[in-house]
């Protein structure tokens, strides 16, 4: 009897025994960009090694950045060919850009320097955002470097490591925040309790996004930063055009605010090019798609959908992000030309809704255990349109318009054409035999028009599997419960075997 995938995992985590093989060529490759990744966060570890401790042992949160290699390897999981290259230069892309964010952080940080002559002058260049609003407008003070501020502490620790939001949630839930919130903002709120954001900028700028949750921590968050602030009302009926003056209005204040705490005049030719590099990243992402619409789709995976987001929220507008994607679709162009696709695809999905930070290698474990590949995920569309560079207007509406289309809010907002008619388009678009639905059970908008996804795909004859997960809080949908979900859809609506049966049941609970 072969073994299968499960066999080399240890009991109760999941975590390899060994590295995986994938024949020769693969495993070799796999193994130099593991060593790679070690090699950026070495570097990174002895650029400030006294530093870097401190935050350790003063940020619960970084206890997470420790297991980065495991992470990588669990959303390589399963990959081959060019998916596997794809998917290492994406992450260690990241893995760099993320290291040297977090050196500005910790360099700025008061709680690690209190009194620092020098750290005080670093915040006065630093421009803290919402995670939600992309970066791209911070383009415009060049001398500036703009932090998503909830994103290092929060968003990448919860993808990382499963246990991550547990204690911060808690810490909400104690202090009063309802239990049955979304535990985006419950994570963000505990942080703020705990008082384990680092302390750094000038000024924050606060946005609406995504929901009512979201815009309610922002008050816990306000009062704990104390920085200067200010929201950033993005329009919820976005498709609308009467909303897109208003949209253009919030992003000229925005500008005069922070213009106003960083001393600095905003440069139109700096948001211009970003802008268009911006643009040439969008087209590598549809040439992304364009290769994913064929019998050989390259591009699946968690990893997909993971730079994906990092892109546009942090790196929009970076070129050495562009040189990476010009690289990746290099990659990704061989092997579609030369017709090969070295993975087993029995069935193609759209994965619809938020994807469980909790779980983040989902992805990696459908086409594992079941054949299924993921084309095209919801959270992966968002952002796209082209801005048009020609005038300051023009940029304007443009930046607004990528605001509105931001993550987890061009189809939660917007009406009912983006989220739901948009799902059927892409099932069409994509050559997809089946949908995945998340059913976030702590989303209330989403989870109360559930019933119009369920009669849609009956009455188009879709097969659609509904997976419960509650984003990043493990403690109430299990990852092992969500791969039931699955077991149970494959099993007796599609009537499948596994392909590899020892994925089918196994226990990573214990699991980062």
Same mark, same amino acid.
């Not at 400030?48 to 970084?62: C, D, L």
């Not at 892309?93 to 952080?105: H, K, M, N, R, W």
């Given at each position: 009897?072969?073994?299968?995938?499960?066999?080399?995992?240890?009991?109760?985590?999941?975590?390899?025994?060994?590295?995986?093989?994938?024949?020769?060529?693969?495993?070799?490759?796999?193994?130099?960009?593991?060593?790679?990744?070690?090699?950026?966060?070495?570097?990174?570890?002895?650029?400030?090694?006294?530093?870097?401790?401190?935050?350790?042992?003063?940020?619960?949160?970084?206890?997470?950045?420790?297991?980065?290699?495991?992470?990588?390897?669990?959303?390589?999981?399963?990959?081959?060919?060019?998916?596997?290259?794809?998917?290492?230069?994406?992450?260690?892309?990241?893995?760099?850009?993320?290291?040297?964010?977090?050196?500005?952080?910790?360099?700025?940080?008061?709680?690690?320097?209190?009194?620092?002559?020098?750290?005080?002058?670093?915040?006065?260049?630093?421009?803290?955002?919402?995670?939600? +609003? *992309? #970066?791209?407008?911070?383009?415009?003070?060049?001398?500036? !470097?703009?932090?998503?501020? $909830? &994103? @290092?502490?929060?968003?990448?620790?919860?993808?990382?490591?499963?246990?991550?939001?547990?204690?911060?949630?808690?810490?909400?839930?104690?202090?009063?925040?309802?239990?049955?919130?979304?535990?985006?903002?419950?994570?963000?709120?505990?942080?703020?309790?705990?008082?384990?954001?680092?302390?750094?900028?000038?000024?924050?700028?606060?946005?609406?996004?995504?929901?009512?949750?979201?815009?309610?921590?922002?008050?816990?968050?306000?009062?704990?930063?104390? +920085? *200067? #602030?200010?929201?950033?009302?993005?329009?919820?009926?976005? !498709?609308?055009?009467?909303? $897109? &003056? @208003?949209?253009?209005?919030?992003?000229?204040?925005?500008?005069?605010?922070?213009?106003?705490?960083?001393?600095?005049?905003?440069?139109?030719?700096?948001?211009?090019?970003?802008?268009?590099?911006?643009?040439?990243?969008?087209?590598?992402?549809?040439?992304?798609?364009?290769?994913?619409?064929?019998?050989?789709?390259?591009?699946?995976?968690?990893?997909?959908?993971?730079?994906?987001?990092?892109?546009?929220?942090?790196?929009?507008?970076?070129?050495?992000?562009?040189?990476?994607?010009?690289?990746?679709?290099?990659?990704?162009?061989?092997?579609?030309?030369?017709?090969?696709?070295?993975?087993?695809?029995?069935?193609?999905?759209?994965?619809?809704?938020?994807?469980?930070?909790?779980?983040?290698?989902?992805?990696?474990?459908?086409?594992?255990?079941?054949?299924?590949?993921?084309?095209?995920?919801?959270?992966?569309?968002?952002?796209?349109?082209?801005?048009?560079?020609?005038?300051?207007?023009?940029?304007?509406?443009?930046?607004?318009?990528?605001?509105?289309?931001?993550?987890?809010?061009?189809?939660?907002?917007?009406?009912?054409?983006?989220?739901?008619?948009?799902?059927?388009?892409?099932?069409?678009?994509?050559?997809?035999?089946?949908?995945?639905?998340?059913?976030?059970?702590?989303?209330?908008?989403?989870?109360?028009?559930?019933?119009?996804?369920?009669?849609?795909?009956?009455?188009?004859?879709?097969?659609?599997?509904?997976?419960?997960?509650?984003?990043?809080?493990?403690?109430?949908?299990?990852?092992?419960?969500?791969?039931?979900?699955?077991?149970?859809?494959?099993?007796?609506?599609?009537?499948?075997?596994?392909?590899?049966?020892?994925?089918?049941?196994?226990?990573?609970?214990?699991?980062?």
């Amino acid at each position: 009897m072969s073994k299968g995938a499960a066999d080399n995992m240890n009991k109760g985590t999941g975590i390899l025994r060994h590295r995986e093989w994938r024949g020769l060529r693969d495993t070799v490759y796999d193994y130099l960009q593991w060593c790679r990744l070690w090699g950026i966060l070495i570097k990174w570890a002895l650029s400030h090694p006294v530093q870097n401790i401190k935050a350790i042992f003063r940020y619960r949160w970084m206890f997470s950045y420790l297991t980065v290699p495991s992470f990588f390897d669990r959303i390589c999981s399963g990959q081959r060919g060019a998916g596997l290259r794809a998917a290492r230069n994406n992450l260690n892309y990241l893995a760099s850009d993320v290291t040297g964010t977090l050196t500005t952080i910790f360099s700025a940080d008061m709680h690690l320097h209190p009194g620092s002559k020098k750290a005080e002058e670093l915040n006065k260049k630093i421009i803290c955002v919402d995670e939600l +609003l *992309p #970066s791209l407008l911070g383009k415009g003070f060049p001398n500036c !470097k703009t932090i998503l501020f $909830q &994103e @290092y502490p929060m968003y990448l620790p919860s993808l990382i490591n499963q246990h991550s939001p547990v204690h911060y949630i808690e810490q909400s839930e104690l202090y009063g925040l309802p239990a049955d919130v979304c535990p985006l903002p419950s994570f963000e709120a505990g942080l703020a309790i705990e008082d384990d954001f680092p302390k750094i900028g000038c000024c924050m700028l606060t946005s609406n996004m995504p929901c009512d949750g979201s815009i309610m921590t922002t008050m816990i968050q306000d009062r704990r930063i104390g +920085l *200067p #602030s200010q929201q950033l009302n993005v329009p919820l009926r976005w !498709k609308e055009d009467e909303v $897109q &003056e @208003y949209a253009v209005e919030e992003i000229k204040s925005a500008i005069e605010f922070l213009e106003k705490y960083t001393g600095e005049k905003y440069d139109w030719d700096a948001l211009k090019a970003a802008c268009e590099i911006w643009n040439a990243q969008n087209e590598a992402k549809f040439e992304k798609w364009d290769m994913n619409r064929t019998d050989i789709p390259p591009h699946t995976g968690s990893s997909a959908w993971l730079y994906r987001i990092f892109e546009h929220q942090a790196v929009c507008g970076e070129p050495k992000a562009l040189a990476n994607d010009r690289k990746v679709n290099e990659i990704l162009r061989r092997q579609v030309a030369a017709g090969k696709c070295p993975k087993t695809i029995r069935h193609r999905a759209i994965i619809w809704n938020t994807p469980a930070n909790n779980y983040a290698n989902f992805n990696n474990w459908l086409l594992e255990c079941w054949g299924i590949d993921s084309v095209c995920e919801m959270i992966d569309i968002h952002g796209t349109d082209l801005i048009d560079t020609s005038t300051r207007e023009s940029m304007l509406y443009g930046v607004a318009d990528m605001y509105q289309t931001s993550t987890m809010r061009a189809h939660t907002k917007g009406g009912n054409e983006v989220m739901i008619d948009a799902l059927w388009e892409k099932y069409e678009e994509f050559n997809a035999d089946m949908i995945i639905m998340f059913d976030q059970i702590s989303c209330k908008g989403v989870g109360a028009i559930n019933g119009l996804f369920e009669e849609g795909a009956q009455r188009r004859g879709i097969p659609m599997c509904r997976v419960r997960q509650d984003l990043m809080d493990p403690t109430s949908i299990s990852r092992r419960e969500m791969r039931g979900d699955v077991n149970a859809f494959m099993q007796t609506v599609m009537n499948e075997e596994p392909l590899d049966p020892t994925l089918v049941e196994f226990d990573d609970d214990k699991s980062w």
